[in-house]
């Protein structure tokens, strides 16, 4: 395991009373790649989350974060990194310009450029509106626009896009890679399969406090996933569907056929989803 | 340092851009103010006396009297009716129904009624049945001594009242006075909420999570509540205290002491409530008891013979007694000094307290 890495967690582990939440992991993010963290709700996304930024204390194990032990150093390490969290945590009677001005001035920053940090976030014209009137994409935007006002390291997003209409979303998606092409770490939890996929360059199954898997998207689909030829077709005027797997060497030979006999209506090849992955491999759904 | 002072700045802003919190401080404050220039700046230690004397020829021979009033005065004052300053006013009454509507009306506190005839004298008492026992016994030793005085008996016993400690006769404390002392703890009692809600509206809506991911330590916030709370705090005890006269060149450094104090055991005991609370509502519960029993201390001001050595074990004993003492028995802050011990020590361990529960919540 690199020790340079940015995000590195070495058995880790947290209990809450009895409850074992996160169950001594281990995995490590390279600079400038996002690790989509996926798993269910109470899989322990958000206590690794916590406990990767400083939040909890990790009960065994050790988080470097930029080299720093975050229980050591734990001001060191969160001068440079950012944080945005599921639940909405914004002064709401404050705008949004006043928030995040206010965050400026805990890192030390007096000329935090508000007015570009909102546009990044499609906030601009709302800078001086009270918090509490925006809406839920707005308030998350906010949020977002907030964890990189130190300009970080490393950020750390906790389903980021959860609930948000598809404009606010992408507007999210955008500006984590922005940070990424900048090379910014990101330490992405998330339940949606989709968005993980778009995004990260590594995944991570997690369930039951545990590490199910931890590879790129592609060689999880590779190792786990099968690819099929979906392909429909009228024999005798009766409308025919038919799964053929890829890897199949006699598959080819059989889809030859139907083309040359049959009236093809379509025919397309389908992939194994995260989700399916997953669920293949820890018995769970995603919801 | 300039964590603590960012927090603390953002804090004041949102305290005075409120302006429920805003308008409902200054109305306190102002409320108060008015109750206490409202009420009478002296005590009336004057007794107010109905009295009725009716005497047949027969009786007036057989007991020497002098049915005159200026005789039954002179004979009262020689009695020693007005020994206190102010003594004994009589009002006199001409028939019986007269004197017991003077004492019904509350135009005075008792009426007497004297009966010389041929049998024995008769002294009847009469007082209201909202007169409290201690006016009712006040009122029964005045009229032993009026019928001794007109029959000119000997008293049969030595009637008379030993004043244990400093003799407030003629210099009793005004009942605002008293009650300015309570006010001052009570504004500090009302900040509990306040505070307490800046430290529930922290926990509850996440942001203290939000400040403890940046390079804001659990000590930064703590100390930035703590000086929000301590400024807020004592700025309106100080406000009040102005309001209320309390201070003078005898006493500033002295109330600006236990001021700063008590708004400092206010913010402590709002760390506590505000640690242990999941929102304003559980904590406006949770703090319920606690603030009456906070509150009894000031009992004491108002009524000394109640006081207990379990008061003392109640921490605004520390900042009541000393206020009252210097307010209006004229002590020095040198007085008080095992009280600002105390006031100290209570401070600290709610602050302790409050930091250890917080902890457990947030990290």
């Known amino acids: ?287 | 340092m300039n964590r603590v002072f960012s927090i603390v700045k953002k804090d004041l802003t949102q305290i005075f851009r409120n302006r429920f919190i805003a308008v409902i401080s200054i109305l306190v404050i102002v409320v108060f103010a008015i109750i206490y220039n409202l009420l009478p700046s002296k005590v009336d230690e004057v007794f107010r006396m109905g009295f009725h004397l009716k005497v047949d020829e027969e009786a007036a021979e057989e007991y020497h009297l002098d049915v005159g009033k200026e005789d039954i005065e002179r004979r009262l004052s020689e009695a020693g009716g007005e020994e206190a300053e102010g003594g004994l006013e009589l009002t006199w009454a001409d028939s019986l129904e007269e004197l017991t509507n003077m004492v019904e009306n509350g135009k005075v506190r008792a009426g007497v009624s004297i009966a010389v005839s041929g049998q024995e004298p008769k002294v009847v008492l009469y007082v209201s049945s909202k007169t409290p026992s201690e006016i009712t016994e006040a009122g029964e030793a005045i009229a032993a001594e009026i019928g001794y005085a007109l029959i000119g008996y000997a008293l049969p016993a030595d009637f008379r009242a030993t004043v244990i400690g400093p003799d407030m006769a003629g210099q009793q404390i005004p009942m605002r006075d008293k009650l300015r002392v309570i006010l001052l703890a009570f504004v500090f009692l009302l900040e509990l909420y306040g505070l307490g809600n800046l430290l529930v509206e922290e926990v509850q809506r996440k942001t203290a999570e939000a400040l403890l991911v940046t390079p804001v330590t659990l000590k930064d916030f703590v100390s930035a509540k703590a000086v929000t709370g301590i400024l807020i705090a004592f700025s309106q005890g100080l406000l009040l205290a102005l309001l209320l006269r309390a201070i003078s060149v005898d006493t500033w450094l002295a109330i600006i002491v236990f001021l700063l104090l008590g708004a400092a055991m206010t913010v402590g005991l709002a760390f506590i409530m505000g640690a242990i609370s999941t929102d304003f509502i559980s904590m406006v519960m949770i703090s319920l008891i606690p603030f009456i029993a906070l509150m009894i201390p000031g009992i004491i001001v108002l009524y000394p013979g109640l006081n207990s050595p379990l008061i003392k074990a109640i921490p605004t004993y520390y900042l009541i007694e000393p206020l009252n003492g210097i307010l209006n028995y004229q002590m020095q802050l040198s007085d008080y000094l095992s009280s600002l011990l105390y006031l100290a020590l209570f401070t600290v361990a709610f602050f302790i307290l409050g930091f250890v529960i917080l902890k457990r919540k947030l990290v």
């Open chain 1, 1 to 287: 395991m690199p020790s340079e890495a940015p995000i590195l967690a070495e058995e880790i582990a947290y209990s809450y009373n009895k409850l074992l939440a996160v169950d001594r992991i281990s995995f490590h993010v390279d600079a400038g790649e996002i690790l989509g963290f996926l798993g269910p709700n109470g899989a322990g996304k958000t206590t690794t989350l916590k406990m990767l930024v400083g939040l909890l204390v990790p009960q065994s194990g050790r988080i470097a974060i930029l080299g720093k032990d975050i229980v050591k150093n734990r001001a060191e390490a969160q001068s440079q990194i950012g944080a945005c969290f599921e639940e909405k945590s914004l002064y709401e009677d404050m705008s949004a310009a006043a928030n995040l001005k206010f965050f400026a001035s805990l890192f030390g920053i007096r000329d935090l450029d508000v007015a570009r940090l909102l546009d990044r976030v499609g906030l601009s014209g709302d800078r001086k509106d009270r918090v509490s009137n925006y809406s839920k994409g707005m308030k998350q935007r906010l949020m977002v626009a907030r964890a990189l006002v130190n300009q970080p390291k490393v950020l750390f997003l906790d389903e980021p896009t959860d609930g948000l209409d598809p404009v606010s979303s992408e507007a999210i998606r955008a500006v984590i890679l922005e940070e990424k092409a900048k090379g910014v770490t990101v330490f992405l939890t998330t339940h949606d399969m989709m968005e993980a996929d778009k995004l990260s360059d590594h995944v991570a199954f997690i369930s039951e406090g545990e590490i199910a898997a931890f590879d790129t998207p592609e060689n999880l689909k590779h190792q786990y996933g099968k690819r099929i030829l979906k392909i429909r077709y009228y024999r005798d005027r009766k409308l025919i569907e038919e799964e053929l797997p890829l890897e199949d060497k006699q598959a080819g030979r059989h889809i030859e056929e139907i083309l040359g006999d049959y009236d093809v209506l379509d025919m397309h090849t389908e992939e194994a989803t995260l989700e399916d992955i997953f669920i293949q491999l820890t018995g769970k759904k995603l919801e």
